[in-house]
């Protein structure tokens, strides 16, 4: 049982995503994380999904996802050399003085930017993979983060080969 | 200008449908109009359920796509047990649901529901038209959907704005229907259908393990052709019952829960399962890691998804049943003779025959026996759920694929009666009769309403023993004979179809059961057998649940 990045093109329309969604709950998949978005050709969007499961699991799932009839391709990633993504919006409790100066050595160590100051808090954004979000969150804490969003991971293969491409 | 019901009712005509079953409403009102004037023939059932089970026998029997239609809200709700039938048994139906117009959507209107929502998991595919335009090609995807690749149902959810707007519209004529997210494989990978031949002809004790795909693809004459040619004898489920006659010396009745001691015997035994358009369903494995413990298992079925779902493969093989047994016949050199196994089979045969006390009591499995004797197998057979079902599926002697026709993956009570209905649209020229339970009966009995309105000449046996049959014998078996809401009072069912209009008969003695059936047979019209069969009998043998499938209890006395 580890994490799998899948990856699902569809075509844009609606009801696609719950389509998706639907089946995963339906069949008892539980979803860590969850991205869409458009992508490069128009009419289509994809779908980054991490979700954990065993080999065969995971293989029946994208089986049955690759069944509806709005999915393109499902590809699992997991073990190709890929770039990931999470972006994070954090608002952090920063009163003015020695704790705000400390947030921002932070922010600039993982390379979050302050994107917002207020007069008791600052809202960080920082792009990066899981782990790197989880560890600056984990930093962040003994402030006191107000609220935190995250976008869920995103991924692509490296290199010319595209999951459309890929066998 | 045409309207988006005009555009709905051409297109359904240019998919070749003659007979929809529905029920009208508010927002259906403008496709209904159009109905009018149409060539289509409407066919008003008493409860929308009925239509969608009318539609899935009409598929079933025909091999064509059935049609049914509702109105929005109660209507499209009512069809839901139907839908979820025919996707759990891979039947292609066309269900047609009126909604609210596009304005008031997601507004809690009169009558709204979010019927597209709701049969999301029960479906092949399901579309809301939200424009006139979008409409023509829908119908088209719809149909193309439901019937091709693993066929399945598909709705399609009509706001009435949508039926009512005027557009100008031309047919299509000669486009192809073209999903980049939907391409079924219909080839067999070729290297994996040597493969399987290699290892049919490595084998000492082969096996077909066949269902519902065999039947769906119309492969039954192949697969006869295969088995007759390998000499590989052959096992059903209950939904690939008639891909191969009854009496075939190579068949061996169906497995599973139910099936013949020699079938799953034969499974237990075997050292390759050739198995084709089936699921490994918990009803046909019992205990999985059990299952054909000693086999290498080949899997054919056209949905890659079915592969591997419950049980490991050894050569899986992605492809239409008809196409890839073709394939693997014109690849076979020489006949090996499995002399061995076919007489370790028969002496099965002989020792664990399907038996049940001839002790002149009226018994359900006689009036079975009786009238495939009398129909010699033909005719067109549908079922309820439960022990008629089983009953029916071991003691009726099908010959033709297409002709024995239940509820096998959803177990839907209520279905027999108007899936009879609509396969006697799809032949015409087939008595057809609907072998009931007292309590399968009762849950779609206003159908008699239908039967009578236009003398549908279905004639239903009714197997009253005065209790839900099947819960009881798991009670009796499992639950220390205590009969918990499983008995009903006496129903006069001969009463109640006479006061539709509609002969019927009583029957409690052995010796009137052929002439009620011949009866039935000679009525034009519909006809209503109730036959008082013995209150307390079994189906046998039976596999209790989560046991090894050679474990079976009963049936090999009396």
Redesign the interface.
């Known amino acids: 049982m580890k994490p799998h990045t899948l990856t699902v093109l ?2 844009n329309k ?2 696609v995503l ?2 998706v969604t ?2 995963f709950s ?1 069949r008892g998949f539980n979803i860590e994380s969850l991205a869409v978005g458009t992508c490069e050709e128009t009419g289509m969007s994809r779908i980054t999904i991490v979700c954990i499961g065993d080999d ?1 699991q995971i ?2 799932v994208m ?2 996802t ?7 391709k499902v590809s699992d990633i997991t073990e190709n050399d890929r770039v990931e993504r999470e972006l994070a919006l954090i608002k952090v409790t920063a009163e003015p003085g020695s704790s705000r100066a400390e947030i921002m050595q932070i922010a600039s160590i993982f390379r979050a930017q302050i994107i917002d100051v207020g007069s008791r808090t600052v809202v960080l954004s920082v792009a990066g993979d899981t782990e790197k979000i989880d560890a600056l969150e984990k930093l962040l804490r003994q402030y006191g983060v107000k609220e935190l969003v995250r976008t869920g991971k995103i991924a692509l293969l490296r290199g010319a080969k595209t999951v459309k491409s890929a066998k | 200008m045409k309207t988006g019901a005009k555009i709905l009712i051409e297109g359904l005509q240019r998919e070749g449908v003659e007979t929809i079953f529905g029920y009208p409403g508010g927002v259906v009102l403008p496709i209904y109009d159009e109905l009018y004037n149409s060539s289509l023939r409407h066919i008003l059932v008493r409860h929308e359920q009925a239509a969608a089970h009318a539609a899935d026998g009409f598929a079933r029997a025909s091999g064509r796509v059935g049609v049914c239609l509702a109105t929005s809200g109660p209507g499209a709700c009512n069809l839901v047990t139907g839908i979820a039938t025919a996707y759990m048994d891979s039947v292609p139906i066309v269900a047609l649901t009126g909604q609210v117009p596009t304005s008031l959507l997601g507004n809690d209107a009169f009558q709204e529901s979010d019927i597209t929502g709701i049969t999301l998991p029960i479906t092949k595919h399901n579309y809301l038209v939200k424009r006139t335009e979008d409409l023509g090609h829908i119908v088209r995807e719809a149909f193309y959907i439901s019937r091709t690749g693993r066929p399945g149902p598909v709705l399609i959810d009509l706001p009435k704005d949508v039926s009512t707007k005027e557009i100008e519209y031309e047919y299509p004529e000669n486009e192809q229907v073209n999903l980049r997210g939907y391409q079924p494989t219909y080839r067999g990978h070729s290297r994996q259908i040597d493969k399987a031949v290699e290892m049919m002809m490595e084998a000492e004790r082969p096996l077909f393990y066949v269902g519902g795909g065999v039947i769906a693809s119309n492969a039954s004459a192949e697969l006869l052709r295969l088995a007759e040619m390998t000499g590989i004898p052959v096992t059903t489920t209950l939904m690939g019952i008639g891909a191969i006659p009854c009496d075939h010396p190579l068949n061996l009745g169906m497995l599973g829960m139910h099936g013949t001691r020699y079938a799953n015997y034969a499974v237990t035994e075997s050292d390759l399962l050739i198995s084709v358009g089936v699921r490994f369903d918990d009803r046909v494995t019992g205990k999985l890691d059990t299952f054909a413990a000693q086999a290498r298992i080949i899997h054919i079925d056209i949905d890659p998804a079915e592969i591997g779902k419950n049980k490991r493969v050894d050569v899986p093989i992605v492809g239409d049943s008809k196409t890839v047994l073709q394939e693997m016949r014109e690849r076979i050199q020489k006949r090996k003779e499995y002399d061995r196994w076919l007489s370790l089979i028969r002496t099965w045969k002989e020792k664990y025959p399907m038996k049940y006390p001839r002790d002149g009591v009226l018994r359900p499995q006689f009036v079975i026996e009786q009238l495939s004797e009398l129909l010699g197998g033909e005719g067109i057979i549908v079922s309820e759920v439960g022990q008629n079902q089983m009953w029916t599926a071991q003691y009726y002697c099908f010959r033709h694929p297409r002709t024995w026709i239940t509820s096998g993956g959803l177990g839907t009570m209520g279905y027999g009666f108007p899936a009879a209905m609509g396969a006697h649209f799809a032949r015409p020229d087939q008595v057809v009769f609907d072998i009931a339970g007292d309590g399968s009966f009762q849950m779609n009995i206003q159908e008699l309403g239908t039967v009578s309105h236009y003398r549908i000449p279905v004639k239903v046996a009714i197997l009253n023993n005065r209790f839900l049959g099947m819960v009881r014998q798991w009670q009796e078996l499992f639950y220390d004979r205590r009969y918990s809401y499983t008995e009903l009072p006496p129903v006069d069912f001969v009463k109640i179809a006479n006061a539709y209009g509609i002969d019927g008969m009583r029957v409690e003695d052995c010796n009137d059961v052929r002439p009620a059936l011949q009866a039935a047979i000679e009525t034009d019209g519909p006809f209503i057998m109730d036959f008082r069969v013995e209150r307390e009998e079994n189906v046998f043998p039976m596999v209790p649940a989560g046991a090894a499938i050679n474990e079976m209890i009963g049936g090999h006395t009396g």
């Open positions: 569809v075509e609606p009801g719950s389509r639907g089946l339906r065969a293989e029946q089986k049955q690759h069944k509806l009839i709005d999915v393109i």
